[in-house]
């Protein structure tokens, strides 16, 4: 199977061109075998095509990237490195993932996002300080970071190379970039250096850059700033930079396209007015310059405000406040010449207009203040616009201007001056930029215009075109080289590389008889013009390859740049490329009395960079110079040649020049290239239009790149990692662990039998293009083999265990089933033999039942007609019995009845007989009772019983008495018994109330011992103090007395003093004295207050014991008085002193007496106390006394120590 087999198998992803997306993504519906003619594909939507190939199979459609390296940081990891690929890559990172920069290879690609991303805060500048280029995202400031710190390694010159179409964002980038080596490569002493240069942005774009239908800030010159930077102690400083501009689109200061503006310092001034009253400046819109592209403003931006930062930044940079004034005045100057009106000519004394001249009003307003403004003289101005001077060998002539040549000479004039002025502020800026002291290396930032191509292309696209393919050929021989030196390391041999070389087509442009020469041959014929030239160049430059003639026409001209064929409309280019101004008018200029317009016109067109970069090839030393760059050399040289016959060089001939130095500067350092890409032209964020970012890719060059990049060995494998992945793809054999470099050798001679495709290094494999891949889908294929392999195997092994287990699941399933048929046998049989038994035993059963039944009925049928004759028989004897019974109660009612009657009968006869009897008895007791005998007999009777009766009586009160009082006693005895036990609960209570109380005696005793200890220490003390207080009196009394005498004396003394004066005097030393006197009082005052203090606190602790000592007492008497006689006790007789109170404690409580002895000691002691306390007071109280009696008696000084002296009798 052929490797082409093997990546174009079925369902193989694969790009086809599409319309309108460029590229779009498909499936093979077959695979691909060797030989056919058709291949079977998916498109994404659905639609199945069939694609036809060329039986070798070289126009085999390109496969797509495996999915895992979709979206990655560098287009050249990309396995398949071609241009769907590198499309698809960077349209994943910008739209779905919004990463604007990627890598590709060594070019940064930047994509503008039309929408303000946070990616360039000083956090992130410092995020990428120290890293290298692959460790961070793909970004503007890590390509920054890398020539930063080369610089510092190695001190060798770098560049930064944007390029870009118009609006890609090459400005914005090339300011991130100086931004960020002013960040890092600031010193803390000249933050100055970074101002400034960040500085330069604002005015290089107030005069360079201007609204266009493209870019509202589109820079119309090329610009080249190196960053100077110094060596101090290992680290780079940014010292100072110098700008160099290439191509100022000069023609824009007097048109503009519709929808574009002039440059932006125009409409500045305009803006601001208000502030130069002098300038006599209008509206912008009534400026000729100014209103011709009808789009005065850009949203969002204020002009005035743009104005302010303008000056500031020029302030910054230098620019003195005379200067500025002058350059304002030189802009608004362009701006009214601008307005000088050139009018018609009539023939004189007729109507009719002379068509070879014109006329401008000697009074115009705009001529006047534009004489006033640059201070020339306006008439002069006017004068060499109406006519011009023709040359010749010994005189000149005078030819009149029609309107045509005036407007064109006043165009001119203004481009001319603008010109100057801008390079005028070039050179100031690096002036201010670079103070000339010694740099030792440069980062040069060239921020260019890119390849450009419209529908009319002019002269100014044709130097555009020109420069990108110098700058293509640069970056072509930068690759080549870097491969060069890449596979020099690696010790492998190669052939040179297959890449597409730009020289001819540079050839054709600069070459003797080519295109710029050609050009500058016509711009000297006196009659030449841009058909005569296409007519040479078509004649001359045929045989060029790059060159195509039109097929229609002689007015424009094909040529094959390395991203494009461009049409050039011939037209204008004589005209651009002469750039002719009236020398007379640069005179008038010239002349002028402002020092800024006359320094202006002077000045000298230089090279600064060609200076600086011949003075560095003389320093390259040991540099290698590749081919192509002699190349280059020789043709400057020849150019040098060529131009050195000019008398004047014309614009195309000064940009060859400038761009030939250019470009051996850019040799003469390491290059880093940024590609800005316009993803569209709405400037809308983050929209992709895959048409233009195609055509910006292929002519940036990125494809280029990967075209390179591909064209020699674009894969590289270190071995390790080659061995690590590729292990699998050789037998066991061939594979050593410990020789890994041998491993891979065999690997790859086993899978790649052309030996051109590979190389081995000296720690790399090289492999050309689409080897790799192949060698993935070698080892994709052997890990399908593999993985089927191990997955067959793995699936019989499920397989098998499956079976085993099924296999033992069904035999178990068996038998148990077995065992259940059997069991369910037995369990049949022994069923029915059951059934036999329980059938033998029912059927007994049922018999017994029946059997019994029958007894039972036959049994209960004998049982009812036994009870039923039983019944009848008790019935019988019943009725018997209940018969016998009636008659007998008959019998007895009967025999009851007789005997009552015959009872009663009886009865009736007694009582009859009784009545008898007792009539009988009651007669005889009538007569009777008729005698007295028998009267007296019951009357003693009587007598006797009422006796006995009254005897009884007595008895019973006897009784009733003895009774009553024993009730009393009784009752008496209870209260007594009540009594009894009130008192022996109380005595209960009182015994254990006595324990308690012996306790706390005893304690209280050990406590008034260790008082009384203290208490005599302090009488100790007190009788000291005493002691003290005494002697102390004794020498006071002992003062007294003397001052008395003093005071007598004194008296005496005064009462004999004479005179005022005197008296006065005496006075005094008698104030004096006494003045001593009284501090002497006031001091024993003060020892008597002491002492009184003292005795104060004696007292205190007096009462304090005294309170203590009224406490025990009361709690001793209180303890020993019982409930009974508590009222009795006398209230007030309660103190330490009442004898009362002790005697009858002592009476009481004898036993109490030896404990309280202690206690009455102390209370002595205090007594004691007390009357030495009361005798101390006495003493006191007679010193105080005496005192008053000293001081009565010093009456004649009294007064003058009185108000200090006199005490408070109360205080004491
Ligand atoms: N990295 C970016 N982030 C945000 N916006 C950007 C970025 N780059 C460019 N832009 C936007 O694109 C606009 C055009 O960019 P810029 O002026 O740098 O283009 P250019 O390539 O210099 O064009 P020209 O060749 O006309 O000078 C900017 O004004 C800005 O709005
Ligand atoms: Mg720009």
Known sequence: MSSEEMLYAKGSKIWIPHAEQVWESASLEESYHKGDTILKIQTESGALKEIKLKPDGSNLPPLRNPAILVGQNDLT?????????????LRVRFCERQIIYTYCGIILVAINPYADLPLYGPNIIRAYRGHAMGDLEPHIFALAEEAYTKLERENCN??????????????VSAKYAMRYFAAVGGSESETQVERKVLASSPIMEAFGNAKTTRNDNSSRFGKFTKLLFTNQMGVMYLQGATVHTYLLEKSRVVYQ?????????????????AKYPELVLDHQD?????????????????????????????????????????????????????????????????????????????????????????K???EDLRRWLLMRKIESANEYVLIPNNKEMAMAARDALAKHIYAKLFQYIVNVLNKSLHNGSKQCSFIGVLDIYGFETFEVNSFEQFCINYANEKLQQQFNQHVFKLEQEEYLKEGITWTMIDFYDNQPCIDLIETRLGVLDLLDEECRMPKGSDESWAGKLVDKCNKFPHFEKPRFGTTSFFIKHFSDTVEYDVNGFLEKNRDTVSKELTNVLAQSNMQLCKQVMILEEVDTLGTDANKMATTLGGRVV??????QQLNETR????????????VGSQFQESLTSLISTLHATTPHYVRCIKPNDDKIAFKWETAKIIQQLRACGVLETVRISAAGFPSRWLYPDFYMRYQLLAHRSQIDKNDMKQSCRNIVLKWIQDEDKYRFGNTQIFFRAGQVAYLEQVRANLRKKYITTVQSVVRRFIKRRRYVRLQKIIFGIQRHARGYMARMRAQKLREARAALILSKY?????????????????????????????????????DYYRAVQIQRFVRGVLARRAYQKRRRSIIICQSAVRRFLARRQFKRMKAEAKTISHMENKYMGLENKIISMQQRIDELNRDNSALKHKTSEISVLKMKLEMKKNLEHEFKNIKAACLDKDKLIEALNKQLESERDEKMQLLEENGHSQEEWNQQKQIWCNENRELRKQVDSMIEMAKNAAGNQREHEERMLTEIDNKELNEAYQRAIKDKEVIENENYLLKEELSHFQQQHNGIAAFNMHHTRTASNASSQNEDDIGYGSAKNTLEINSRYPDLRNKNDSFLDNTSIVVKLRSILEEEKQKHRSLQEQYVKLASRNKPTEDSFRPTCCPPRGST
């Open 257 to 273: 396209a519709q929808g574009e503006r002039n440059y932006h310092i125009f409409y500045q001034l305009c803006a601001a007015r």
């Open 376 to 378: 020339i003289n306006a």
């Open 158 to 171: 770098l560049s930064i190379i944007v390029s870009g179409e118009s609006g890609a964002g090459k400005t």
């Open 77 to 89: 990891t990309l396995s398949y490195l071609h241009e769907p690929g590198v499309l698809y890559n």
């Open 842 to 878: 029912a059927r007994g059963w049922l018999c017994r039942r029946r059997y019994l039944r029958l007894c039972h009925s036959v049994a209960g049928i004998q049982q009812y007609a036994r009870g039923m004759l039983a019944r009848n028989r008790f019935y019988a004897m019943r």
């Open 639 to 650: 150019r040098r040649v060529v131009s050195s016959k000019q008398h004047k060089k014309t």
């Open 286 to 374: 009534n400026y000729q310059f100014l209103n011709m592209g009808g789009s005065p403003d850009i949203e969002r931006i204020s002009d005035a405000d743009q104005f302010n930062e303008t000056v500031q930044a020029m302030t910054v940079l230098g620019f003195s406040i005379q200067q500025i004034a002058d350059i304002v005045k030189i802009l608004a100057g362009i701006l009214h010449l601008g307005n000088i009106e050139v009018s018609k000519k009539y023939m004189e004394g007729s109507d009719v207009e002379d068509s070879d001249s014109c006329d401008i009003f000697q009074n115009d307003l705009h001529l006047q203040v534009t004489g006033d403004l640059l």
């Open 626 to 631: 590749i081919s192509a760059n002699r190349k």
